[in-house]
Every structure is written in structure tokens, then in C-alpha cells.
């Protein structure tokens, strides 16, 4: 748009204006860790505009896939983390970025999650399913289940006590996401064993070592 200024003398002053049509909103991705275990935690993004740029991002979240979408936060820029505060407790979040360009346009949706995290702070549990009450030869069949939280397990260990004494980690390691197994445990004296086992999952959660009285 050209626009010009006469006076009575015939000088004449012009201005030209440029402008461009958007119409387009801006596009955005995000990411988030596979596995969250303390609060809060990070759902980073990033925006682009090429034409008027862009002005902001609203981060949409929900709980477990048929939960309702939920605005979470809006941020100003084309880039950053939310610091997201996993509020419904334990469980699978999904998130969604909402961009806004200078203009006024924003992104449809949310309708498809850009990334997913698993909240999970709870530990995994493990017990000795069953053991001989008398063993007279070597090695002693322990039978060990464990259940995991919503991290897979990474392993179960075996600890053992002698005749009420301090507790000692075997060494003897079930790796894996397996929930029941067997170990077989080659005692090294005679005398009454407690015994006694440790999970630990894929997200570095672990059980408490044992204390007090056990198979």
C-alpha cells in the first residue's frame, strides 16, 4: 500500500506499507522423559513461525489415555521447558503444545500427543515364595516372585542371615524383567538361614534392604 501527501505548492511526500497475509499457525513438537520419578519434571518444546513468528505455547496434558485434556501452562517465546507438576499422582501423562503466532493463530488440538511420560515413584516389591524348612545337602532352591510398580524390573537379589545375624547380599542376581524365578544358594556353614530378597527396576527404584525377620 502506497500512500502520498500533496500540499498547495504541488510537493508531494509518499509512504509505501508492505504486508503479508497469515494465515498459517505456527507448528511445535515436544519431548518429555520416557519415565519420570520425582516432581516436577520437564516437557520441553519448540515452536516455529516463518512469517510473523512465534508469540507463545500452552502446554495440554491429560491422565492415561482416556482421560480429558487439560490446559496445563502458556509460555511466552518459541522455545522451553514447562515444569510440569504431575498433580493426579502415579500414572501415564500425555502431552500436547498448543502455539500462537504474532498474528493470533494457534494450532489446532490438542488431538495428537507429541510425548508421553510414565510418573512412577513407587518401589517394586519382592518376596522368598518358598524354601526348605531342612536342608542337609548343597545348594539350598529358593523360590523367589516379585511385582513391579510401573517401571519394569531390572533385577531381584538374594540376601541371607545366619543364625539371627547381620544381613549379607549373596551376590546371587536374577537380571531381567522377570517376576518369579529360582536361585539356588550354597550356604556357607551350617546353622538356621533367614532369607530374604531385593527388587530393583529399570528406573533405579529399589526395595529396602532387609532388616528384622524373614523366610
Do not use: C, M
Not at 529399570?202 to 528384622?212: H, L, N, Q, T
Amino acid at each position: 500500500i502506497t500512500a502520498r501527501v500533496y500540499d498547495r505548492a504541488g510537493n508531494v511526500h509518499g509512504e509505501t506499507y508492505r504486508y503479508e497475509l497469515d494465515a498459517t499457525p505456527p507448528t511445535s513438537t515436544a519431548s518429555s522423559p520416557a519415565y519420570a520419578t520425582s516432581s516436577p519434571f520437564d516437557v520441553n518444546w519448540t515452536a516455529e513461525d516463518a512469517q510473523s513468528g512465534v508469540y507463545s505455547a500452552s502446554l495440554w496434558y491429560r491422565k492415561e489415555l482416556t482421560g480429558i485434556w487439560a490446559h496445563y501452562e502458556t509460555l511466552q517465546g518459541d522455545s522451553g521447558a514447562f515444569h510440569f507438576v504431575p498433580a493426579q499422582g502415579n500414572g501415564l501423562y500425555q502431552f500436547a503444545i498448543l502455539a500462537a503466532d504474532n498474528v493470533g493463530n494457534v494450532e489446532a488440538g490438542p488431538l495428537v500427543t507429541e510425548t508421553q511420560t510414565i510418573y512412577d515413584t513407587d518401589v517394586p516389591q519382592s518376596r522368598v515364595d518358598w524354601a526348605p524348612a531342612f536342608r542337609a545337602v548343597s545348594p539350598i532352591t529358593v523360590t523367589w516372585i516379585a511385582t513391579p510398580s510401573l517401571a519394569p524390573l531390572s533385577e531381584v537379589a538374594l540376601w541371607y542371615r545366619l543364625d539371627g545375624g547381620a544381613w549379607i547380599n549373596t551376590s546371587i542376581v536374577s537380571t531381567g524383567p522377570y517376576t518369579s524365578g529360582t536361585f539356588a544358594f550354597d550356604p556357607p556353614a551350617d546353622g538356621t538361614y533367614g532369607l530374604a530378597t531385593v527388587a530393583s527396576d529399570a528406573v533405579a527404584k529399589s526395595e529396602a534392604e532387609p532388616y528384622g525377620s524373614a523366610s
